[in-house]
């Protein structure tokens, strides 16, 4: 998935366990198929699951989710994974990995939704962005370049457009592309973002929110990129509930979809051969942009 990075298998996990973490050394383990791209997880038993970053980034990520996700944890309306277990690098491995909870769900399709799960989301962004932020300040591991004037996306944004070939539109892309980034830059108090709400990180059980996963891109800066999952993931009718329902304004949600039209174009070509369900997510979610710029009066 990414260059150099180290091979992690069931043996090295025995390992790690057996030496630091003896009470679950001898549960059963087996690798989780994930959608997502920085972390490999592994279930441990049948309660909880190790996630192990494959990269440098990912380890940062993951101290993160070790010292911030506790605080945040309380105040969201929905489960988040809190570590439960510390493991320090060894035997080649060279970074701290995780044990949380195992947290039941699917992910959802994007486009197969209800409002039900749209007001849930809302909830969850509206939560997220008025938790305390402690004195902390968006820099270091907690900036975060979604918090970034999104013309800084022009270029890579345009390049990948070319680099997507006959997986879309180029020229209507273009246009809608020229139209999403001309945005009024986020001049407000930084506040918490998830970051990467799209698909692969919302579980969902009966129809409802179960969780919220990965919270290894965790930072403080611009509410708008949280509004991603509005169009990574909602149809027409429920980004139109999700919009009546989460508290942020005009400007705010028109940068938001300006991020998830970039984001989208970014992925698409990335992962076309290697990864099918962001490829899903990121055609759903430059479908819904369009679809929203078009219908614009």
């Not at 997220?128 to 300040?137: A, S």
């Not at 944004?157 to 180029?170: E, F, K, M, V």
């Not at 938001?256 to 979610?285: F, M």
């Amino acid at each position: 998935m990414h260059i150099e990075e180290p091979d992690i298998d069931v043996a090295l996990v025995r390992r790690l366990l057996s030496s630091q973490m003896p009470q679950w050394a001898n549960l059963p383990l087996r690798l989780v198929e994930s959608i997502g791209t920085d972390n490999v997880m592994i279930r441990l038993g049948d309660l909880l699951v190790i996630r192990m970053p494959r990269t440098p980034g990912a380890a940062e990520g993951i101290t993160k989710e070790q010292q911030l996700v506790p605080h945040l944890a309380p105040y969201l309306p929905v489960p988040v994974p809190v570590p439960v277990g510390v493991g320090e690098a060894a035997f080649g491995y060279p970074w701290q990995w995780s044990v949380h909870p195992w947290v039941p769900g699917r992910n959802p399709v994007p486009g197969i939704v209800d409002d039900h799960l749209a007001i849930q989301l809302a909830d969850l962004v509206n939560s997220l962005r008025r938790i305390d932020t402690l004195g902390l300040r968006p820099q270091g591991s907690l900036h975060s370049y979604r918090a970034d004037p999104i013309e800084r996306r022009d270029s890579a944004t345009r390049a990948s457009i070319a680099a997507c070939g006959d997986l879309l539109n180029g020229a209507l892309t273009e246009v809608a592309w020229e139209k999403a980034r001309h945005v009024i830059d986020y001049a407000g108090p930084a506040v918490w973002m998830h970051s990467d709400l799209h698909p692969g990180n919302i579980l969902v059980s009966d129809r409802s929110l179960s969780a919220v996963i990965d919270w290894g891109g965790l930072a403080l800066g611009d509410p708008a990129i949280d509004c991603l999952i509005a169009w990574t993931l909602l149809t027409p009718s429920t980004r139109h509930t999700f919009r009546l329902r989460v508290d942020v304004d005009d400007d705010t949600w028109t940068r938001g979809r300006a991020w998830a039209l970039s984001i989208a174009l970014v992925a698409l070509p990335y992962y076309r051969d290697t990864n099918e369900q962001i490829t899903i997510w990121a055609k759903h979610a430059i479908a819904q942009v369009i679809d929203d710029i078009r219908t614009e009066p």
